[in-house]
């Protein structure tokens, strides 16, 4: 059963650890994460962009396929189903489709018109128990073509949004999506400080998980981050073991791939990615 991400999060932050969101793009990623979320006894979050969403044939595809494989995989950590940077429209197409968490990304609107969608959103996930994700000061890189500069967040704004009542709140703190360039100046611990200190007990989020050295990934932690999303790290792990084989030349035969075999090895490397990360995280043995 698919369950809300607010107390998952309340726990990693006053527990000091983070609970990872994964991102899911299709049935074998989905698979290897809760097998390895459940073998690990781990909570677990389950992204779903609005772009993998559509690749999937839309949220409700997705919906009945995570809630099918909870139930046949035997599935007992808590797990999330999670819109990640979700557009308004977006959020509320997730809600309907029976997601139990979602991400509104108003950090490209003027603030005031952040907080007042937000405030809308706020009112309809506490009334269907869902968990509630905003977004101030743009994360770097592009994800489903929005595209942001890596901009640090303003501590009051941020305030502004976590006294709309929230669950959880991204700010941007320097950090991008996909691969960090070789001149990145690294995470700004200074706003992340001033964030947590104007939020309170709410649990932050970090994303862009991948290529974020240890040593910052615990010292964000350690000044509130409760939740780190991961999604190239996964991508590129995939599609390194997927290349290996088809150039290695198996299961030809005359007969062409075995489809089940040939994404065998990817399925296999994201495994061990998030093996990597829920160890790294520290949410281990927290379900």
């Not at 999937?56 to 819109?83: D, F, Q, R, S």
């Not at 506490?126 to 890596?150: F, P, R």
């Not at 104007?198 to 970090?206: F, I």
């Amino acid at each position: 059963m698919l369950v809300s991400a607010k107390e998952m999060l309340e726990k990693a932050k006053a527990g000091h650890y983070a609970v990872g969101q994964f991102n899911i793009n299709n049935l074998e990623w989905t698979k290897s994460i809760l097998a390895v979320a459940q073998e690990m006894n781990s909570p677990v979050i389950l992204g779903v962009s609005e772009g993998a969403g559509k690749y999937m044939t839309g949220y409700k595809t997705v919906v009945g396929m995570v809630n099918g494989m909870l139930e046949e995989m035997k599935i007992t950590v808590p797990v999330a189903l999670h819109l990640d940077h979700g557009s308004y429209e977006g959020c509320l197409k997730c809600i309907e489709a029976g997601f139990s968490s979602v991400m509104f990304d108003g950090s490209h609107y003027p603030i005031e018109e952040n907080i007042a969608k937000t405030k809308e959103l706020v009112a309809i996930c506490n009334e269907k128990g869902l968990s509630l994700e905003a977004e101030v000061g743009s994360i770097g890189g592009e994800e489903d073509g929005v595209v942001g500069a890596g901009e640090c967040a303003d501590p009051n704004e941020c305030k502004a949004i976590a006294d709309l009542g929230v669950t959880m709140l991204a700010a941007g703190i320097g950090n991008i999506h996909g691969k960090y360039p070789e001149n990145w100046k690294g995470l700004s611990f200074e706003t992340l400080d001033a964030v947590q200190q104007q939020t309170g007990a709410m649990p932050l989020v970090l994303h862009g998980g991948t290529g974020i050295p240890e040593d910052m990934i615990k010292k964000a932690i350690s000044l509130g981050v409760a939740k780190i999303n991961v999604n190239t790290e996964c991508q590129l792990s995939f599609a390194e073991a997927t290349r290996k084989y088809i150039e290695a030349g198996k299961d030809l035969e005359g007969k062409g791939f075995d489809p089940r075999k040939l994404l065998a090895p990817g399925a296999e490397a994201i495994k061990e990615t998030v093996r990597e990360k829920i160890t790294l995280f520290g949410s281990a043995n927290r379900a």
